[in-house]
């Protein structure tokens, strides 16, 4: 082992996310020495860090990191990628246990955990950094560099598209009190990219929001954003090839997202670890928006609204 590479632990190794990270904290010159899901589909594992320790129960796996802590061995990183409404436990966890935690999104589901988040961040002189990797795409960090220089205002036309089969209805993801809904699960990042580009938002106007889709408008000084999220392959445009599709588009120019964003994952850890990462201030906007979509009761299809709004609203599959 190389004298500088960090040591993690990560919880939620079986997740989806899970992969991103473990190639992320191989490629930033880390060592997963643990992992802990209570699925046991974990190969992945074998491609980045086959003789990392693996656990099905948090009980041993923290009986595990807390051994190797008294041996003067302890991790410097907990990774959580478990599902969202966990999150909050499982970074308390970490920040005790002695490590900076590194976490998938959303950080939380409400902006009110943040400020306990915060206050045992003090407590333990430990970090929180959150995953926002669109701050580091290469196309919208030159936006950025745009905007910031130029005047006027922005309209912005922002659309994604990534279906779901009718297992996400059965897992965790598909309840709103655990993942919080498709505005969390799918939006979170592209709220707060908006919040990078153009500051806090003045006003979120919630048009629909249901169990597959969510479409609204936020307002801005100098920009508004008209937004469309769905998980529902019946929403993509009929052109488009493929489950998914994002769409960028400010003034009516096309912003290129087409860049691997598995990479950006890496970029993040790499940041992270050069002491760069973004904390839990940088987090708290986009969760308060999140969670007033969540919470919101939507105004109905307006004249104004996303394009894709309008269209027929489908039967929950085990509804």
């Not at 009986?63 to 003067?72: A, C, D, E, M, P």
């Not at 966890?93 to 902006?111: H, S």
């Amino acid at each position: 082992m190389k004298v500088d590479q960090k040591r993690f632990a990560l919880l939620g190794a079986a997740g989806y996310i899970a992969p991103r990270h473990l190639k992320a904290i191989s490629e930033a010159n880390g060592i997963l020495v643990a992992a802990m899901d209570k699925s046991d589909s974990v190969g992945v594992l074998d491609k980045y860090f086959p003789n990392a320790a693996f656990f099905t129960e948090f009980e041993r796996f923290d009986r595990h990191l807390n051994k190797l802590k008294s041996n003067g061995k302890g991790i410097d990183y907990l990774t959580v990628c478990t599902p969202n409404y966990l999150h909050d436990a499982h970074i308390r966890y970490g920040l005790r246990l002695g490590a900076d935690v590194i976490c998938e999104k959303p950080t939380v589901l409400n902006p009110w955990n943040v400020s306990s988040l915060e206050t045992i961040e003090e407590e333990t002189g430990k970090k929180i950094f959150n995953i926002l990797q669109l701050r580091l795409h290469p196309a919208i960090q030159e936006l950025k560099k745009k905007i910031k220089l130029g005047e006027g205002f922005y309209e912005i036309d922002l659309t994604y598209i990534t279906s779901r089969g009718s297992w996400y209805y059965a897992s965790w993801k598909g309840d709103n009190e655990k993942s919080g809904g498709v505005a969390t699960n799918i939006g979170i990042h592209f709220f707060d990219l908006m919040v990078w580009l153009f500051g806090e938002p003045q006003n979120n106007e919630v048009h629909l929001h249901t169990f597959d889709r969510a479409s609204g408008i936020l307002s801005f000084k100098n920009a508004k954003v008209t937004w469309f999220l769905s998980i529902n392959a019946n929403t993509l445009p009929k052109e488009v090839e493929g489950p998914s599709f994002r769409s960028l588009k400010i003034n009516n120019d096309q912003i290129d997202l087409s860049y691997n964003f598995n990479q950006l994952h890496t970029e993040s850890y790499k940041n992270i670890l050069s002491g760069n990462g973004f904390g839990l201030d940088s987090s708290i906007s986009s969760i308060k928006i999140a969670s007033e979509v969540r919470n919101a009761s939507p105004k109905g299809v307006q004249p104004n609204s996303h394009p894709l709004a309008n269209l027929e609203i489908d039967k929950h599959p085990f509804k």
